[in-house]
């Protein structure tokens, strides 16, 4: 069979290969990294991984990449991220500085409520370029899947064409653009004193209709203390696996108010956040199979001092995911990379481990890990080359970036100028 496009003279293609399964605590940091090597590529997939010259000798007259001594890794799968938004919220950044809480800053009209008029008020248009601009800056710094919430409409006209925008998206970007619907994502000005009315209406006109469009795939809420109680999450979480939905969670990111049980009843695909997750709660993710995902740049940027248990969750045989959590407020940050290294500084994860928690592991999150997360045969060829020693450099490293050429399914998405 002739290849598409050959990749030579790679000096450590890290494959993150582990037969069809998530890596599993210290699995993590076993990389499977192979010396000296060349890849082909055929019809977006990886067709073989040899030598260099025995590639070279096969495959003549194609497409060739010579990455002159380069690290290959598997793209970037970032899993949880907020993108569709007008305005940026740096003034509540410098509100945090000053002493002002998540909570506090939400109580009082801002967060999540103060990006719902403009987002309302905005039209497709708007709402694709400006998310479009940022994804592209996304993928130069190596992501080549990433997941998109909705939540920012909070009714069903504007929750729908946020979906829509995810769309397009997809439609014209060569990266994979997972669509997450998260009407629940908090209480609408509107139904700020009517709790039940809101859940209501996801449940009876903002998911079926959702479904009936077939524009998302997962359904997320945010279970926490200040947004929505266990009862109105099982119920929304209950609903949107009627109607055929994918189950994700925002799980006691600031209190533990038993949401990893919760995603662990409900056989959720993932729980997102967990940094105030109990020991139980973590038991019983493992229980269920949930892959917990870890947003350590949320935390960083909210100055916590408390992190998720990656090490216990690593202990406990969880397959550990983090993501960016890019979003317009308590998170504004676009890079696995700085993930990585947030993730190895506060809570203690090697830079092995991090890299399988931001690709393989964070496939599995999307309920993609047969595809995409690492580099083997028959996987898309989701490639990141880079011009470092090592792939300790890749978190140890903070500030610009040293990719080089950014692939996806084969196809150059990025390259360095």
Not at 248 to 271: F, Q, R, V
């Amino acid at each position: 069979m002739q290849a598409d496009l050959i990749i030579i003279n790679i000096s450590k293609l890290v494959t993150l290969a582990h037969n069809g399964r998530p890596r599993l605590g210290k699995e993590m940091e076993e990389t499977a990294t192979i010396l000296n090597k060349a890849l082909a590529v055929k019809d977006g997939k990886i067709l073989e991984i040899n030598d260099s010259k025995s590639i070279e000798e096969k495959y003549r007259n194609v497409e060739c990449i010579d990455a002159n001594g380069q690290i290959a890794t598997p793209g970037f799968v970032d899993c949880h991220t907020h993108p569709i938004f007008v305005h940026t919220r740096e003034d509540e950044f410098a509100m945090r500085i000053q002493g002002k809480t998540y909570v506090e800053i939400s109580k009082a009209g801002g967060g999540i409520l103060n990006t719902i008029q403009t987002t309302r008020d905005a039209d497709e248009d708007l709402l694709f370029e400006l998310a479009k601009r940022r994804i592209l800056k996304m993928i130069q710094q190596g992501t080549t899947t990433l997941e998109a919430k909705s939540g920012y409409g909070l009714d069903t006209e504007n929750e729908l064409k946020q979906l829509r925008v995810i769309r397009r998206l997809q439609e014209e970007l060569l990266i994979d653009i997972v669509p997450t619907f998260m009407g629940a994502h908090e209480f609408p000005p509107e139904y700020r004193n009517n709790h039940s009315g809101y859940v209501e209406l996801l449940c009876k006109e903002m998911i079926p209709a959702v479904a009936e469009q077939g524009i998302a795939e997962f359904c997320d809420v945010f279970t926490e203390a200040h947004t929505f109680n266990i009862e109105e999450s099982r119920k929304i979480l209950s609903c949107a696996a009627e109607y055929g939905l994918k189950l994700k969670m925002h799980s006691d990111e600031i209190e533990s108010i038993g949401g990893a049980e919760l995603a662990s009843e409900m056989k959720c695909i993932s729980a997102d956040h967990l940094g105030s997750a109990s020991e139980t709660g973590i038991k019983a993710l493992q229980k269920a199979g949930v892959v917990p995902v870890l947003l350590p740049a949320t935390l960083f940027s909210l100055q916590s001092k408390k992190y998720a248990n990656a090490k216990l969750m690593m202990e406990l045989n969880l397959p550990v995911a983090i993501a960016t959590d890019f979003n317009p407020g308590s998170c504004n940050c676009d890079s696995m990379s700085l993930t990585m290294s947030l993730a190895c500084l506060q809570m203690g994860m090697t830079p092995a481990a991090s890299l399988c928690a931001a690709t393989l592991n964070a496939a599995f999150a999307l309920d993609r890990g047969k595809i995409i997360g690492s580099l083997e045969t028959g996987k898309q060829a989701d490639i990141v080359l880079w011009d470092i020693p090592d792939l300790n450099f890749i978190p140890y490293h903070l500030g610009s970036s040293y990719i080089t050429s950014v692939l996806k399914n084969g196809k150059i998405v990025y390259k360095a100028t």
